[in-house]
């Protein structure tokens, strides 16, 4: 039997030390950086220990909660005539974070013991945004065959693009011919500051999808300011007179353990001309090799839920050698 309970800010260094020590948890679950939307999400977040309340924890979830809005719920038939714990609708990913020593035959028992907890907290079902493999320390995907066994379904499957760096990509003529273009346009991959970038992400997120980034810069900032994990890349062009240069190009690096993720790519008008773009992914590539890193993950590929494949996005990214891995949802009605 497990001690279940809900997080509390009381538990913040048990639960970040525990997210360190995991055999699957990565920074995006220290209370730093999740609590930064926490005037956004209702917290919900779950601590499981061994034995009573003062056991050793032996997992988390983190999790948010989501009032009933009518209808179903973001068109995946989830029943709503409670509230919805997700894990975690304003992170990439979630699911459960597991101690090193829980073994795989004890898993099945402390999700069903876990399901039967969010039930009586009034929650009708859970919604289940699973840590893909490749940010695995330990293999850790336990969790997915426990929800299996409690007959949740998958609801949203997203197609990811991921380089596997320590085996040879397959060689690419357009993108070589895209970094000649970047050169002769003297580009210059080099880090720059959130303030330097962020006018170009917005600028082109509104201009090429109307919407503006998820972080503001202040928010990113602060964020950077306690995730060293954090960096922008930037492509820049060359020196004008007054040894000015141009930001044409550049993107967001998370850095985790064993795994270098791309995100909010962003291109000025004069980059798509320069291939700006190719070369700043071309050095974070080099750069996530340098640090020893197995995986560089260049993001999704999808839209509306994963119904939409953006073929074009799909072909540039594979481009770097890059091949499918997949960001999945899974739904547990608990009203049975």
């Known amino acids: 039997m497990f001690s279940i309970h809900p997080y509390t800010s009381i538990d913040r260094p048990a639960w970040d030390e525990f997210v360190r020590k995991s055999r699957n948890g990565v920074f995006l679950f220290e209370r730093a950086y999740m609590d930064y939307h926490a005037d956004r999400f209702e917290d919900a977040s779950v601590i499981i220990r061994s034995g009573n309340r003062q056991g050793k924890i032996v997992a988390i979830l983190p999790a948010h909660r989501k009032h009933p809005t009518g209808g179903r719920e973001s068109g995946d038939g989830a029943p709503t005539e409670g509230d919805i714990c997700i894990s975690h609708g304003g992170l990439t990913f979630g699911g459960l974070v597991m101690d090193p020593k829980l073994g795989g035959e004890h898993v099945p028992a402390?999700?069903?013991?876990?399901?039967?907890?969010?039930?009586?907290?009034?929650?009708?079902a859970l919604h289940y945004r699973a840590t893909p493999h490749i940010y695995h320390r330990l293999p850790s995907e336990d969790d997915l065959y426990a929800l299996h066994r409690l007959g949740a379904r998958v609801s949203q499957v997203l197609f990811s693009s991921t380089l596997d760096l320590e085996r040879p990509s397959p060689a690419s003529s357009q993108k070589n011919r895209a970094l000649n273009i970047a050169a002769r346009h003297g580009i210059t991959v080099a880090p720059c500051t959130w303030a330097d970038y962020w006018p170009l992400l917005a600028n082109t997120l509104q201009r090429r999808h109307g919407v503006e980034p998820v972080h503001s810069l202040a928010e990113i900032g602060r964020l950077a300011a306690n995730f060293p994990q954090l960096e922008v890349l930037g492509g820049w062009g060359p020196a004008d007179a007054r040894?000015?240069?141009?930001?044409?190009?550049?993107i967001v690096l998370f850095h985790y353990d064993g795994v270098t993720h791309t995100q909010y790519l962003a291109s000025a008008p004069e980059g798509f001309e320069s291939r700006a773009q190719h070369a700043v992914l071309e050095q974070a590539i080099g750069d996530a090799r340098q640090r020893g890193q197995r995986w560089s993950s260049f993001g999704t590929c999808t839209t509306e839920g994963g119904a939409v494949l953006n073929e074009g996005l799909v072909r540039h990214k594979e481009m770097f050698g890059a091949r499918t891995t997949i960001l999945q949802t899974l739904v547990l009605d608990l009203t049975h």
């Open 110 to 124: 402390l999700m069903q013991q876990l399901a039967g907890w969010l039930k009586e907290q009034g929650f009708a």
């Open 243 to 250: 040894g000015r240069r141009t930001l044409h190009a550049g």
